[in-house]
T-cell receptor, first 112, second 113 residues
Framework: EAGVAQSPRYKIIEKRQSVAFWCNPI?????LYWYQQILGQGPKLLIQ????????DSQLPKDRFSAERLKGVDSTLKIQPAKLEDSAVYLC??????????FGQGTRLTVV | KQEVTQIPAALSVPEGENLVLNCSFT??????LQWFRQDPGKGLTSLLL?????REQTSGRLNASLDKSSGRSTLYIAASQPGDSATYLC????????????FGKGTMLLVSP
């Protein structure tokens, strides 16, 4: 069974630039999550999709972050413009309803 | 608001020891609890999932217990090995199956040969 795929694995950008991350969940998983993990912290939810609808985006900084999940499958997370404090690992996860969540390898973003 | 705390933040043990990692949560109305392992620079690997109606789950040398009423879970690792060195994260899914996982900050484990 293929896992959750994320790209790129690493990204370095200057502050005020824009960046986009891509996630392909496990086939058949209706729920998709984007988490932000700052060094030394646990993952923090940014946004949760159920199929292509947003379930929870209460902690998404909407002035600079956006996410979409077209056709209820792949998803992209965008940051524009990036700030130094956005340096983190961005994790995508998927699950069937309420069952085990599976995570991708993450994208490590460094903003300089 | 659900809060998850993991103690200790870091742990260093010699190879072969049995050890216990602790996780506590503030709202006992959970749907399930999941333990993850994270290697440096990598994503999260699911170790064990315990449904709210269960008391424990076992996989190999790992055993996770859940006491929902007291808001606690423990991860027991038997006969630790250097390959067990990683950060261990606890996450709870509150309420319904549509709700999201809330994570603790993790316990960084180092097992020395």
């Amino acid at each position: 069974e293929a896992g959750v795929a994320q790209s790129p694995r690493y990204k370095i950008i200057e502050k005020r630039q824009s960046v986009a991350f891509w996630c392909n969940p496990i086939s058949g998983h209706a729920t998709l999550y984007w988490y932000q993990q700052i060094l030394g912290q646990g993952p923090k939810l940014l946004i949760q999709f159920q199929n292509n609808g947003v379930v929870d985006d209460s902690q998404l900084p909407k002035d600079r972050f956006s996410a979409e999940r077209l056709k209820g499958v792949d998803s992209t997370l965008k940051i524009q413009p990036a700030k130094l404090e956005d340096s983190a690992v961005y994790l995508c996860a998927s699950s069937q309803q309420g069952i085990k969540a599976f995570f991708g390898q993450g994208t490590r973003l460094t903003v300089v | 608001k659900q809060e998850v705390t993991q103690i200790p933040a870091a742990l260093s043990v010699p190879e072969g020891e049995n050890l216990v990692l602790n996780c506590s949560f503030t709202d006992s109305a959970i749907y399930n609890l999941q333990w993850f392992r994270q290697d440096p620079g990598k994503g999260l690997t699911s170790l064990l999932l315990i449904q709210s109606s269960q008391r424990e789950q076992t996989s190999g040398r790992l055993n996770a217990s859940l006491d929902k009423s007291s808001g606690r879970s423990t991860l027991y690792i038997a006969a630790s090995q250097p390959g067990d060195s990683a950060t261990y994260l606890c996450a709870v899914r509150p309420g319904s199956g549509y709700s999201t996982l809330t994570f603790g900050k993790g316990t960084m484990l180092l097992v020395s040969p």
